[in-house]
């Protein structure tokens, strides 16, 4: 879990202010749009290094 997102849940958690409680909200989904939109990039980076054809499974059983 990143840090922006466990701060945005502590502040959503403390704020008593409605207003300050859709903030923490918000920054609570743009956190999460950021992690997954960085395993989506790093998904794609790792796709590039893949020969034609081959699958992730055919990579492991290269590891093993």
């Known amino acids: 879990?990143?840090?922006?997102?466990?701060?945005?849940?502590?502040?959503?958690?403390e704020a008593e202010n409605p207003v300050a409680k859709?903030?923490?909200?918000?920054?609570?989904?743009?956190a999460s749009i950021n992690i997954f939109g960085g395993f989506a990039v790093t998904e794609r980076m790792l796709a590039m290094y893949k020969k034609k054809g081959e699958t992730m499974s055919a990579n492991v059983?290269?590891?093993i």
């Open 1 to 13: 879990v990143s840090p922006a997102k466990v701060g945005a849940l502590i502040a959503a958690a």
């Open 61 to 63: 059983s290269n590891l």
């Open 22 to 30: 859709y903030l923490a909200l918000a920054g609570v989904v743009m």
